[in-house]
């Protein structure tokens, strides 16, 4: 009887610490980078960000440059356009630098998007809401 109850004990401990951990992991944009990061005019390169989505909220990676807003992409894990494994997480856009763009660095910003459309917010561990983004640069016209 005593070994019974001391195993009910111990279950019900480890659902305890077990339920505890069990938290559920925000999505994040990780590894975000353009290759190559330094082009010339008329140079292609492909803009990629690893994408962690464990509830599979994530619908849309969209990347901006920064001061140059009209240029944007959408990103896709379907294996098209650069992408080249469907499905494993690595978010991919090919492009090709404009003949005429003017040298520089470029920052790249990324969001992502909900199936609604919504950007995708996650809390901080100061327990802000925040947008989830990442960023990448390139040096153009070296």
């Known amino acids: 009887m005593m070994a019974s109850r001391t195993w009910t004990v111990l279950c019900v401990l480890a659902l305890v610490v077990f ?4 938290t559920t992991k925000q999505p994040a944009l990780i590894d975000a980078k353009i290759v190559p990061a330094r082009l010339a005019p008329g140079e292609g390169a492909i803009i990629c960000v690893r994408v962690i989505d ?5 619908a ?12 944007s992409l959408d990103l896709n894990d379907k294996g098209e ?8 997480g690595v978010w991919t856009v090919a492009v090709e ?3 005429g763009a003017p040298p520089g660095k470029y920052n790249w910003y990324f969001e992502a998007y909900d199936a609604d459309g919504d950007l995708v917010k996650v809390t901080t561990d ?6 989830l983004t990442a960023e990448a640069s390139a040096e153009i016209g070296f």
């Open 19 to 22: 339920a505890g951990c069990a």
């Open 54 to 58: 464990p509830e599979a909220i994530i």
């Open 60 to 71: 849309e990676v969209n990347g901006t440059v920064r001061g140059y807003e009209e240029i």
């Open 81 to 88: 356009n650069g992408d080249v494994a469907p499905g494993d």
């Open 97 to 99: 630098v404009p003949g």
């Open 126 to 131: 100061a327990g802000e809401t925040v947008t």
